[in-house]
């Protein structure tokens, strides 16, 4: 079956190294986005891409990049990592108009 | 984009049918409506899409109104298992829109 998957499902880093979150996924959806989602929060739009070489900012950007090389992927890269990027990520995708789809989520612990 | 509107919380029985509203005034001709459901350390589930009138699966049921300025996510006969966070979201139908989620209505069911 086509999935979404997320990797590494759970990280602990340092404060100022970069991390990168993988999201893949298998259903050759053209839009993909990044959330994130603080305890006891809603979801908030960090990045999201409506097909190859295309990427777009979201509500929470700062700090984050991503790279759309091709339909699969949308890694998700956090440039020097703080404390206040220490959270849960949900990586999903969709096609307009339709249902998107979300990952399990990647908990990223920084210290 | 539009903007939606729910309730943040709600209480009820099981046993009960539970209705959660949404209003997005500002929704465009080719928006979808679209109700997900989010349990905690999981990620958003879709439970179902409209565009009008009224969709059933078997999970809920769905009632949107000819203006389309809000719509009636229907559990009948809500269980203990029903207890999440439940998002109304508006997908464009079409490329390069952002999608935002709003705060969620936090249904909280007891016995």
């Known amino acids: 079956d086509a999935e979404i998957t997320q990797s590494p499902r759970h990280k602990i880093t340092e404060t100022g190294r970069q991390v990168t979150l993988a999201c893949h996924q298998t259903w050759n959806h053209n839009n993909m986005f990044w959330y994130r989602q603080d305890l006891g929060h809603g979801l908030r739009l960090i990045h999201y891409s409506y097909g190859v070489q295309d990427t777009n900012k979201g509500e929470v950007s700062d700090g984050y990049s991503v790279s759309r090389s091709n339909t699969e992927d949308l890694p998700l890269t956090l440039e020097s990592a703080a404390s206040s990027q220490t959270s849960v990520y949900f990586c999903?995708?969709?096609?307009?108009?339709?249902?998107?789809?979300f990952g399990e989520g990647s908990w990223l612990t920084v210290v | 984009l539009a903007k939606t509107t729910q309730p943040i919380s709600m209480d009820s029985y099981e046993g009960q049918e539970v209705n959660i509203t949404c209003s997005h005034n500002?929704?465009?001709?080719?928006?979808?409506i679209t109700w997900y459901q989010q349990f905690p350390s999981q990620g958003p589930r879709f439970i179902i899409q409209?565009?009008?009138t009224k969709v059933t699966n078997e999970v809920a049921s769905l009632f949107i109104p000819a203006d389309r300025k809000s719509s009636t996510l229907s559990l009948p006969r809500v269980s203990l298992s029903d207890t999440a966070v439940y998002y109304c979201l508006v997908l464009a139908n079409q490329a390069g829109t952002a999608l935002i989620f709003g705060k969620g209505t936090t249904l909280s069911v007891s016995s």
């Open positions: 409209g565009y009008k």
């Open positions: 500002n929704i465009a001709t080719n928006d979808y």
């Open positions: 999903a995708s969709g096609n307009s108009g339709n249902t998107i789809y």
